[in-house]
């Protein structure tokens, strides 16, 4: 093969991981959300030092992980219908003005040197509840940012690698922000960061979805949105086993300030490497998915993928070197990115258009909102047995997760390939020809 052939090869494979960034209001969106969420992972990192360092109690980094993510359990189904009824555009824009000024507030009260446990605990609530609106409208908002819809897998996995690649830069610039200028600054920077965003989306062209005029009452949606999630098993089990990880695995970013202090014998710096390589570790597994061509296989990887983070959790809660530790949080980045973004993708390709919104609540609720019941539980669990012994246990249940969803894989497959051959996905001839359904 000659070298400029190779060229052309790597520069074509280069644009398909990019194919989404043609959308103008994908750009828009992809840029101002990018720079808001370093501004967000800084914050997320100095609020639990600042946590920690106020109170040496690992109970209550719980707690406050608890606060900030339970409103997505309590009230993400009940924004579904609303997301479904309502201009998306106008909610997102309503929910970063929000989210700027309870990050001012925080960042006012720290600089002054007057914040406590309870400003922390009450104004993460707050953005926990704005976060439960915000969360569902983002999802399904990505549809509406392209013309070609068959685009829509490679925006969900950029959008998962602009997430990360806001963990990989904010949490490192936050442990050497909070080292020389304290926690304040951090907060500050990331109340600064939602300009960018908030801009982006009010420079946007969206084309006005056509929304059906509903008579029905809100709690009536909401119980239709439930039977049609639940009672469709690959919709059923992907967001049984998202629940499990949320609830079993997630916590283990709470106690991370435990480990770089207490088992590490690190400070700050420690956290945010160790925050930063997992969203390293995320940002290759996205970038992954974005190369993908197809939707089929991500059945596959979802199971793989838990596999890989619950491995992840139970060796980096044996693990007492640094360069180690670093090493399995890359791996354990990678493994709940691939397994979330394939959830999401694999959700928004099978869900019917009129009930994405209620569906993407429930997922919120399934990843986020179980988190703080995990999170709560593990603070309690920490202070007992220790923070690794309560990372193998997550690790564990991760792992025996993952089985069981790689055990359902062949219905799951059977279920979904009409839905594939009604759009296109899968070829009927083929699939007849065969006598076996795609590996999804």
């Known amino acids: 093969m000659k070298p400029n052939t190779v060229y052309a090869v790597d520069a074509k494979g280069f644009k398909r991981i990019l194919r989404a960034l043609k959308h103008r209001n994908f750009r828009l969106f992809f840029g101002g959300q990018g720079i808001s969420l370093i501004g967000l992972s800084m914050q997320q990192v100095a609020m639990s030092w600042l946590v920690y360092r106020l109170t040496n109690s690992a109970f209550l980094l719980g707690l406050v992980g608890f606060v900030a993510l339970i409103p997505s ?31 001012l507030i925080l960042a006012l009260l720290a600089l002054s040197g007057i914040v406590t446990i309870w400003h922390i605990i009450f104004l993460g609530l707050l ?30 996995a950029l959008n998962s690698s602009m997430f990360n690649s806001a963990r990989l830069l904010g949490p490192p610039m936050a442990g050497m922000l909070i080292s020389v200028l304290g926690e304040g600054m951090c907060f500050l920077l990331n109340a600064v960061s939602y300009l960018a965003v908030i801009i982006a989306l009010l420079a946007m062209k969206i084309t006005p979805r056509k929304i059906a005029i509903r008579r ?28 499990l990880v949320s609830f079993m695995g997630m916590p283990s970013i709470v106690l991370m300030p435990v480990f770089a202090r207490d088992i590490l014998h690190g400070g700050p710096h420690t956290l945010g490497f160790l925050v930063g390589c997992s969203g390293m570790g995320a940002l290759v597994g996205a970038l992954y998915l974005a190369a993908r061509k ?9 199971a793989i993928a838990t596999s890989i983070f619950g491995f992840g959790l139970i060796a980096f809660s044996l693990s007492r070197v640094v360069w180690f530790s670093l090493l399995l949080m890359f791996l354990t980045g990678f493994g709940i990115m691939v397994g979330m973004a394939s959830s999401n993708t694999l959700l928004q390709t099978i869900v019917e258009d009129d009930k994405r919104g209620r569906v993407m609540s ?7 909102g179980m988190a703080p019941f995990g999170s709560l539980v593990a603070g309690g669990l920490a202070s007992k047995i220790g923070a690794p012994n309560t990372l193998l246990i997550g690790g564990v249940c991760c792992g025996l997760g993952s089985f069981m969803f790689a055990k359902k894989l062949p219905l799951l497959r059977e279920m979904i390939r009409p839905i594939y051959v009604k759009m296109g996905i899968v070829s ?4 007849e020809i065969q006598n076996e359904p795609p590996k999804y």
């Open 73 to 103: 359990f309590l009230f993400a189904p009940f924004a579904g219908p609303f997301v479904d009824r309502w201009d998306r555009l106008r909610i997102l824009i309503v929910t970063q003005v929000l989210a700027m000024i309870q990050a």
């Open 127 to 156: 953005l926990g509840i704005v976060n439960a609106v915000d969360t569902p409208t983002r999802q399904s908002f990505l549809l509406d940012l392209l013309e070609k819809k068959e685009d829509l897998g490679n925006a969900i």
């Open 216 to 243: 029905t009452h809100l709690l009536q949606e909401l119980q239709e949105g439930f039977i049609y999630a639940f009672g469709f098993a690959p919709i059923r089990f992907i967001l049984l086993l998202l629940a």
């Open 294 to 302: 197809s939707v089929l296989g991500l059945g596959r990887w979802i």
């Open 362 to 368: 429930f997922y919120t609720m399934a990843f986020m």
């Open 428 to 431: 009927p001839v083929i699939s």
